[in-house]
């Protein structure tokens, strides 16, 4: 089941870096990772937009494609990147950016277990 969870998982991030760049027209799902930013706080969002689309995409792949290491890393290094976000520069909403690195931390500790 869990093993099903992360494959979903990672196909639903490909589609939402997807949609950020804009190959997927008119889609809800840019707007469920670039939602957590704080916009006003981000400098030169349209490169930010990229960089981070790039990101999800990377990561999704990894999930459907990795090792039991590389998906553990994937989900850690997902939420590393929302704490520093939230605690060290104040660009997501903090309730957004708490529950993604608390899911992604607890997915990381389960993929051990696959």
């Known amino acids: ?29 840019s707007n469920l990772h670039l939602g957590m930013f704080k916009r006003h706080k981000i400098y030169n969002y349209a490169y930010f937009e990229r960089a981070l689309s790039f990101y999800i995409i990377l990561y999704g792949f ?23 976000e939230m605690v060290n520069h104040d660009t997501v909403y903090t309730d957004k950016a708490t529950y993604v690195v608390i899911t992604s931390s607890l997915l990381s500790f389960a993929c051990w277990f696959l």
């Open 1 to 29: 089941m869990l093993n099903v969870i992360i494959k979903v998982n990672g196909i639903y991030d490909i589609l939402c870096g997807l949609s950020i760049l804009n190959c997927i027209p008119e889609s809800i799902l």
């Open 62 to 84: 990894m999930r459907l494609f990795g090792s039991k290491l590389i998906i553990s890393t994937s989900y850690i290094s997902e939420a590393l990147y929302f704490y520093n």
